[in-house]
């Protein structure tokens, strides 16, 4: 049963042990948690809107005042402001700031606040972009032969945690495929022949082009990607490898960092460039090693550190966490 569908039986046998509707004027105290899984369900447009946000993510040289004029902006159009967090690169000069508010009452759509905004920010010398609502962007995983990756971020999109529309799995293997049924995602399965590795990209970009895809997610892909791939997608393909390089390289890093008897172990995410495994860090996690760890404890380990910063950097591109600049990224709370 979906999510809706619960919904609607838990609102069904609230009005047959209660005997009244969810919106009635009385409410029982001791029933607080079942009207707000039910209260969603009737909401009209212009109530959901209520809940929503807008999110601006921006850059510019530092310089005062700028967070009062935006501020101010805001508050003048009836913006009330949720989340505000910023940072200052005082070796570069540089300002970046994230800020969110609530969509109820403020006056301006979309494309009247590009053009509102605009006088402003060319005055100030701002690189900003703007996100209005919850709407759920178009993802595409990518994997090899290793699932926990992909089985991960599938769970957290099943239970909420990423706010996205996964609109197919790609694979170079057919190993993924019971899984992707079982989630009920779309499965493409297109082998990387040697020397056919161009034609397999091109049916891959077919396809994100033809569902409109707007991130791609390597989820232990171990094929590298083509500049000209890339170059289509900049600063929406997020990869996720170990943190062994560049001293351990090769199929079997944890075997090379087990013989030598490492005391840590990472992994990272990040952005991918046309530079193998040299795009801008999101983010990092180590776990610590001892003596007693055997090389299958060293692997498993590392297996969730993937997950880990994987489904975090997902998740933050996601909520528009993330300002790149230079090879280096602001990652905002």
Known sequence: MNRLGFRILLERLTQLVFGFHHDDEYIFPNCCLAFPLCKDV?????????????????????????????????????????????????????????????????????????????????????????TFGRRKIPVALLVSRYQHCLIDLLYRHQIGELDCNIAFIISNHEDAQPLAAFYGVPFHHIPVAAGRKDYAEQLQI???????????????????????FVALYPRRII?????????????????????????????TSHYVTDVLDEGPIIEQDVARISHRDRLEDLISKGRDLEKIVLSRAVRWHLEHRILCYGNKTVVFD
């Open 42 to 130: 009737h909401l009209r447009p212009e109530e959901r809107l209520m809940d929503e946000s807008a999110i601006l993510l921006l850059h510019s040289a530092d310089r005062k005042g700028l967070v009062s004029s935006i501020a101010n902006f805001l508050f003048a159009h009836g913006g009330n402001i949720l989340h505000a967090d910023q940072h200052q690169d005082a070796e570069l000069g540089l300002f970046f700031m994230r800020i969110e508010w609530s969509l109820r009452d403020f006056d301006l759509d979309e494309r009247q606040f590009r053009t509102a905004f605009t006088p402003l920010a060319e005055a100030s010398g701002l690189h900003w972009r703007v």
């Open 206 to 228: 077919e396809l994100l082009r033809q569902h409109e895809v707007e991130l791609v997610v390597l989820a232990r892909y171990m094929q590298v990607l083509s500049a000209e």
């Open 239 to 267: 990869n996720v490898h170990h943190s062994f390089l560049p001293a351990f390289v090769g199929a079997k890093p944890y075997h090379g960092a087990y013989e030598r008897g490492v005391k840590l172990i990472g992994a």
